[in-house]
């Protein structure tokens, strides 16, 4: 699941209002103002599997009513699980799911989003207490997208759940004022996103395996990073981008399928995030894919196990030869010992069967 650079999108956090009784979604004010209806109308849910849920929009509460409901239990929904909306046509949206249980598998980077929002939303319900709020650090790692102040009184419309969504407009470019074809050498390279540089926030050799990676793609990876991610958040994930093309670079068939995982979600999340990986992850799974599922991949596990299990079983054999030999040196001495005590074993015995059988 990747959202496409040609989409506006944002995010939803279901909380309690949205799947219990009240079956209603409010979504982002300023989203709903600029690209759906200023009437009521309805709109059209898809979800992955192309399901379509057509659900009314009421324009002046900015919010999903009637068929809502059928979305939910349609699609087995939780509290909890994470929505991502992508605008794909007018008044009609592909949803994508990231489910509570499936989050602690997440890439930390989309987790941390998550977690961004959820906290926002338990401020706003007062769910936080004071030696929470004391423990919390004073920033998150994290900023998704910025509330201007005069967007204050649209906003306090809303349900009361606005806060866990967060506008992530996929149209704003990240680059540099150059185009990336533009750019002649190293020394012209920058990292611009959302306005920042990043330069500063990166080590000389990352960023030049980044430039190469860009090379490779003749454009910024970065250019449709979502608005508002906070800078050190969007460095760390191109250096975590660098360390799995670098893993790529140096994995073997013995790579532990669980490695080849890990680093799939975690620039699944980037993608999310809207770093182009797509072609980093298509050879991830292709690596995968050939190491443990062809039948190649098949052949070569089998030989290496076969080739664990002869060495084991030698290393078995040489231990059971070694007891062997103590064993037989064991019995040496035990022979000595029989043959130089046996004429006296023998004796005592003589003399202890006469006093059995001596007269009373």
Known sequence: MSLSNEHSSFLKVLVRSHVGSCFWMGLPVPFCKIHLPSRDTIVVLENENGEEFPIKYIANKTGLSAGWRKFVTGNILVEGDVLIFQLIAPCRFKVYVIRANDLPEVDGALSLLILDSQTKQNDADGTIDAQTKKRRPKSLPLTVVQKKKEHSEEYSGNDSDEVASEVLEGTKSNGSSLHFKDVKSFEEFHIIANGACL?????EDIRRTYYELCCSKNSYLHERILPGLYSKLAAGMIVETINIAEFIRGCKLTTPRKDFEVREKSLRSFELLGLNVGF???????????????????????????????????DEIWKLEAKLVELRELAEKYAVDVESLQVKAESYELKFQEEVDAPW
């Open 199 to 203: 330069d500063s926030e990166l080590p």
């Open 280 to 314: 980093l992850r298509a050879r991830l799974r292709r690596l995968l894919s050939l190491a443990y599922d062809s039948e190649g991949g098949i052949d070569v596990r089998r030989y290496l196990e076969a080739r664990e299990e002869k060495s084991s079983t030698e």
